[in-house]
Each structure stands twice: as structure tokens, then as C-alpha cells.
């Protein structure tokens, strides 16, 4: 099991940034995945959630600015990150959960710097 | 949002040692169904965090048995009996009885 991810990078307040998560050595369309943060320093924050059926959940804090979403025929998680603020400054995992088994696989993580 | 509070925020010990971090819940994790959705993630420095427990009790796949999770409601423990140099680093409980799914703020193990 891998996952990847990818686009990080630093952005000014207000842009947008597209990140990705490429999986590989199980079957992708079988699993729900997350994206969960880190900010510098700080504890660990949940961000969003698509269920392998594409339904959708997102924390308060990023609703309306953030979108998940994947491509089952790519092995790929996407998280749209639109109106950034200096707070959604942080190092992005993406991992996998499967029923009652959440999180048993993480990503290295990408970091995402807002900054003017 | 549940908020959960982990004790201690910085815990020091020696290898060989056993040691307990507790998690307490604003509210009862336990859900209509009968489940308890509970769960311990370790943090070394530099690394992502690993699954160590799932639904209180559970050891994640190879997570060593020196691990182990109980507790029940509001409270729960996590133990290590017989602390390696390579358990340092920050634990985080979850949970995700309730939406949105929240983490405890993190104990740091040090080892002396």
C-alpha cells in the first residue's frame, strides 16, 4: 500500500491549489479516504472525506472553500483548495479508512504555505 | 465538536518502563449501535502517523502487543508495557462516533 501525495507548494492568501494522492497496492474504489492536517508545529486536524461511492463531508473550517474528490480509474484523491487563508497554512496527508478501520494507511504528506 | 483531552501532555520514560496516556471525551463515544469509535495514532519525529488502535481495543496490523487500548464511555487509556526507544514521538486519540471527527491535542513520549 502507497499513497502519495503531490502539488503542495506556497500560494498567496486568496489563490487556489489543486493537491493530489496517488494510491497504489490495493483497490482504490473499495476504500473512503481523507485528507487531514497538520499545521506547523500543531496537532492533527481532519479536513474532508469521500466515500467510495463519492459522497462527501467536510469539516466546518473548510466548507464552501475546499473540495474533495478522486478518480477511481486513475488510483488518484484530489483536494481543491480555493480562498486560502494564512490559517489553512499546514502539512496535508491524505489516508484511507475502510468500515471501522480508520487511518491504517497514510500518505508522507505535502506541505501547503499561504503566505503574501 | 467532541473535544478530547489527553493527559499527560509530555510524558518521560525509561526503556523497559510502562506507561499510560489517558483520553477523556466531552462526550460518551459510545454509539446507538453499540460501537465505540476510538482510536490511537503514534507520531515519530519527521514521520506521518501510524494507526496503533482502532475501536478502543484493537491493535492495528503489526503494531507490536506491548500496545493496548481500553476503556469505555468518556474514558479511555492507552498502555505501553515495556517502553522501546523507538515508541518516542507524539500520541493522538480520535474519534469518530460524532461528526466532525476529532483528535486529542497529543501526548509526547520522550525516552530518558
Known amino acids: 500500500v502507497q499513497l502519495v501525495e503531490s502539488g503542495g507548494g506556497l500560494v498567496q492568501p486568496g489563490k487556489s491549489l489543486k493537491l493530489s494522492c496517488s494510491a497504489s497496492?490495493?483497490?482504490?474504489?473499495?476504500?473512503?479516504m481523507h485528507w487531514i492536517r497538520q499545521a506547523p508545529g500543531k496537532g492533527l486536524d481532519w479536513v474532508a472525506y469521500i466515500s467510495s461511492s463519492s459522497g462527501t463531508v467536510y469539516a466546518d473550517a473548510v466548507k464552501g472553500r475546499f473540495t474533495i474528490s478522486r478518480d477511481n480509474a486513475k488510483n488518484t484523491l484530489y483536494l481543491q483548495l480555493n480562498s486560502l487563508k494564512s490559517e489553512d497554512t499546514a502539512i496535508y496527508y491524505c489516508?484511507?479508512?475502510?468500515?471501522?478501520?480508520?487511518?491504517?494507511?497514510w500518505g508522507q504528506g505535502v506541505m501547503v504555505t499561504v503566505s503574501s | 465538536d467532541v473535544v478530547l483531552t489527553q493527559t499527560p501532555s509530555t510524558l518521560s520514560a525509561t526503556i523497559g518502563q510502562s506507561v499510560s496516556i489517558s483520553c477523556r471525551s466531552s462526550?460518551?463515544?459510545?454509539?446507538?449501535?453499540?460501537?465505540?469509535?476510538l482510536y490511537w495514532y503514534l507520531q515519530r519525529p519527521g514521520q506521518s502517523p501510524q494507526l496503533l488502535i482502532y475501536?478502543?481495543?484493537n491493535l492495528g496490523s503489526g503494531v507490536p502487543n506491548r500496545f493496548s487500548g481500553s476503556g469505555s464511555g468518556t474514558d479511555f487509556t492507552l498502555k505501553i508495557s515495556g517502553v522501546e526507544a523507538e515508541d518516542l514521538g507524539v500520541y493522538y486519540c480520535m474519534q469518530a462516533t460524532h461528526a466532525p471527527l476529532t483528535f486529542g491535542s497529543g501526548t509526547k513520549l520522550e525516552i530518558k
Open positions: 462526550q460518551s463515544l459510545l454509539d446507538s449501535a453499540g460501537n465505540t469509535y
Open positions: 475501536l478502543v481495543s
Open positions: 497496492g490495493f483497490t482504490f474504489s473499495s476504500y473512503g
Open positions: 489516508a484511507r479508512s475502510r468500515l471501522w478501520v480508520l487511518f491504517d494507511y
